[in-house]
């Protein structure tokens, strides 16, 4: 009895393998796009229904038929660099992966992103990274990837830079302030950002 799957899914840029070589006794003809890359072994790799005709050696003939979808891989923006920020000052550079969920695929219904630090990793499914703020250091990238319900996937590497720094005055700058007649200093700290040259969309702490 000659048993071939009814339904069929494999990924874009995939192919199914249907392999009747154990089949001695019977020759086969199969219609549709198929390359046949050794004796009774046929490669698939367009969505369609195939029709596969069976001969015995006594010339007798059925059909069986199958069907083959190709499932699309989620697709990437044009992404490739993403700035990262020292916010301790301590040579350590986070990584927020929800921001960077957002931003490296097209359209992320339905679909699963994992992170991990290495290719290597990525490809032996190891070693994910789980939190929601990833840190490191310079020079590094993260490897991102996208898997849909269809169990496609596809992956890619982004690449950590440092964000922009912030050029302020040192930071042994003077500041002129008068002492009260009850002892005490009074000083605008918003008077700061020009002399420290410090841009008006940035946000200023003081401690």
């Known amino acids: 009895m000659i048993t071939i799957e009814n339904e069929i899914l ?92 957002g931003l490296v695929v097209e359209n992320n219904t339905g679909v699963t992103l994992s992170f991990y630090a290495s290719e290597a990793d990525l490809l032996a499914n190891v070693n994910a990274i789980t939190a929601d703020i990833y840190t490191t250091r310079l020079p590094a990238q993260v490897w991102v990837k996208a898997s849909n319900a269809q169990n496609c996937f596809d992956y890619k590497a982004i690449q950590l830079v440092a964000g922009d720094v912030i050029a302020i005055a040192p930071s042994t700058t003077a500041l002129e302030a008068c002492i009260g007649q009850n002892g005490t200093t009074e000083y605008d700290l918003t008077s700061m950002r020009a002399r420290m040259n410090i841009p008006a969309n940035y946000i200023v702490s003081y401690f």
Do not use: H, W
């Open 10 to 101: 494999i990924c874009e840029d995939e192919t199914y393998t249907l392999d009747l070589s154990q089949y001695a006794d019977y020759t086969f003809t199969i219609s549709g796009n198929v390359t046949e890359v050794t004796a009774k072994v046929y490669r698939i790799s367009e969505t369609g229904t195939y029709t596969v005709t069976v001969t015995s050696n006594a010339g007798c003939e059925s059909t069986l038929n199958f069907d083959v979808q190709v499932a699309a891989k989620p697709t990437f923006t044009a992404m490739t660099t993403y700035d990262v920020c020292d916010a301790n000052i301590d040579g350590n550079y986070e990584v927020d992966l929800v921001v960077l969920s």
